[in-house]
């Protein structure tokens, strides 16, 4: 439900101690006082992990010295002064608060830019996500596997200055995660922490920025067995097989969505992996550090100062790249109707279908087309759910989800498409007869629109469903990061506008909210009639074996199918048997 209504708004945070801020401000020492302070009690904390991290990050502020530049080692004065630039707070080069919002935004002297949300939802919860424009799509075709691998190679390296297993120990008994990963059109690091445990997050980050991603003798063969061992495990797995297949087939090969393979596997050139990792990360100017839970901007800046504001600027990589220029990936729908049986090596005889339909949003309107769409699929989710399973008993449940994942924020085109897909299991007997009532369904609801009754329903739930997630930190976090990187945001600049409109569509549409209205969204977004352009993509378990084979789908087939094979077998042994005793009469 998150990934459609928020994809492109804005976020909040409560009000700020004006009069601390006043002192931060009147005192730089204050803030290194605070900083060490912290930081001591850290270290007692954490014991020899934050000394094996703090040792690493030093490590690298002596070596910029000693390359000439005079890099901060500790708060307050020892960050860079650009030349020509005041400084808000030590570190901090700019400051603006959304209103609305209640957000703060810092800009560091390095460029990386962050926002801040305190919250008092949950006592013991940081989430840190940093976000950056620009992705895998920006990679030719011909690096693709290569740059899409390096992550995984980060993976069994270390990203974050030190041995996975290493690290592993530095952080035991820590409530501390952090995963760097790159998408499509984006890259970005999500994570969680405690608050005690935030000095530690924000040095993990400091490390995966500055560190070399290095292969030591050895590695590159015990590396390479690894990823082997993994493809070879994906291949072995059914559900790979099949999803691979539908992403195939919704998207026409479009190569983003295509496994890699063993054969492509022994092209990777794994020094150019870790080349095109480092720098993924290694431009703080590229990237915007969203935090929201339980945070103090008093406690939080030193930290920010200590960690952040240090890590060295990328000379001549630029800032932050402009969603509008990212590279959109080729894909398109099928024209016509696809039907295909996915068969799979599997043990248990069972069977799941996914259908996908086509939809494209109105570019000027798309922000309450989404809303629309968020309604039509919960009330298309019940309506399967009551005649599939309560009417009829042939499944446990069904989902009805939306995508737009692969519409780049740059495109141009009048219409954004995704897709809506419906997916359930079922026994392999009732697949085709199970597809074709969940068409049905479709149909009459594009037909004869849903009820008063069923638009009630989704208004008491879309109500319910949004008090709940505005006292949620996942939801406010996603708000902010999912702004920040928003088309409309690259345009206007104003989180507060993004999040104004999130906020206004969304009451427009539930106030406007009508059965005859549904049903002239369910004729505008879905292809109408339905069963004009739709995917049906079955995974139907494969027996070993012709003779297994035969049996199985006789097994699974209907009973009416069951009833002819049957007649037909006896005609033939029938046959068989007087073709046996004509011949023995002409032996005679």
Not at 61 to 81: I, N, T, Y
Request: proline share 5%.
């Amino acid at each position: 439900k998150r990934s459609h209504l928020l994809h492109g708004v804005g976020s909040g945070f409560t009000e700020f101690e004006r009069q601390q801020i006043a002192d931060l401000r009147s005192s730089s020492s204050a803030a290194a006082a605070a900083a060490a302070s912290h930081g001591s009690s850290g270290s007692r904390e954490w014991g020899s992990a934050t000394g094996a991290v703090g040792e690493e990050i030093d490590r690298q502020k002596q070596q910029q010295q000693g390359g000439g530049q005079d890099a901060a080692v500790a708060a307050g004065s020892g960050v860079d002064r650009p030349v020509g630039s005041s400084m808000i707070y030590p570190g901090v080069v700019s400051e603006r608060h959304y209103p609305e919002l209640n957000v703060r935004e810092l800009t560091l002297v390095n460029g990386l830019r962050l926002a801040i949300k305190e919250t008092d939802f949950l006592d013991d919860e940081v989430l840190l996500t940093a976000v950056a424009n620009g992705g895998l799509s920006e990679v030719p075709r011909p690096e693709f596997y290569t740059c899409s691998m390096s992550g995984v190679v980060a993976t069994q390296l270390g990203p974050f200055g030190h041995k996975p297993d290493i690290l592993s120990e530095l952080l035991a008994g820590r409530r501390l995660s952090l995963s760097p990963a790159e998408g499509a059109y984006a890259r970005s690091v999500k994570g969680s922490c405690s608050p005690h445990d935030l000095e530690v997050a924000l040095q993990l980050i400091h490390l995966l920025m500055t560190s070399d991603l290095k292969l030591e003798a050895g590695e590159m063969d015990s590396v390479m067995v690894q990823l082997r061992q993994g493809i070879e495990a994906q291949l072995r797995s059914p559900l790979h097989a099949y999803h691979t297949r539908i992403r195939q087939i919704n998207y026409e090969g479009c190569h983003f969505f295509d496994p890699i393979t063993l054969d492509e596997l022994e092209k990777v050139d794994l020094e150019a992996s870790c080349k095109h990792h480092r720098a993924t990360y290694s431009n703080p100017a590229e990237f915007t550090l969203i935090f929201t839970g339980k945070l103090k901007f008093t406690v939080l800046l030193p930290l920010l100062t200590t960690y952040l504001a240090t890590i060295p600027a990328a000379e001549g990589r630029g800032g932050r790249m402009d969603p509008r220029k990212v590279k959109p990936l080729p894909f398109r729908f099928p024209d016509q109707p696809v039907l295909e049986d996915v068969e799979v090596d599997m043990v248990s005889p069972v069977t799941q279908i996914q259908i996908t339909f086509p939809i494209g949003l109105n570019r000027a309107t798309a922000r309450e087309e989404l809303w629309w769409l968020a309604s039509i699929c919960r009330i298309l989710e019940t309506r399967l759910l009551q005649k599939l399973r309560f009417e009829f008993g042939d499944i446990y449940t069904v989902s009805v989800s939306n995508f737009f994942g692969c519409e780049a924020p740059s495109s141009n085109r009048d219409k954004l498409w995704g897709d809506v897909s419906i997916a359930f299991t079922c026994d392999p007997a009732n697949k085709d007869r199970l597809v074709a009532m969940t068409l049905a369904t479709l149909e009459l609801l594009q037909d004869e629109g849903p009820t008063q009754a069923e638009v009630d329903t989704v208004l008491k739930l879309e109500t319910f469903d949004w008090e709940n997630l505005c006292q949620e930190n996942t939801f406010w976090h996603d708000v902010i990061a999912n702004g920040y990187q928003s088309r409309r945001f690259a345009e206007t600049s104003d989180l507060d506008a993004v999040w104004t409109r999130l906020r206004d569509t969304r009451e427009t549409v539930m106030s406007s909210m009508t059965p005859e209205a549904l049903r002239t969204m369910l004729h505008m977004l879905f292809p109408y009639p339905c069963r004009s352009r739709y995917t049906a993509i079955t995974m139907m378990p494969k027996p070993p074996g012709v003779l297994g084979r035969l049996a199985f789908k006789f097994m699974t087939a209907s009973p009416a199918v069951q009833a002819v094979v049957a007649v037909a077998g006896v005609g033939l042994v029938a046959a068989a048997a007087v073709a046996a005793v004509m011949a023995r009469r002409r032996a005679k």
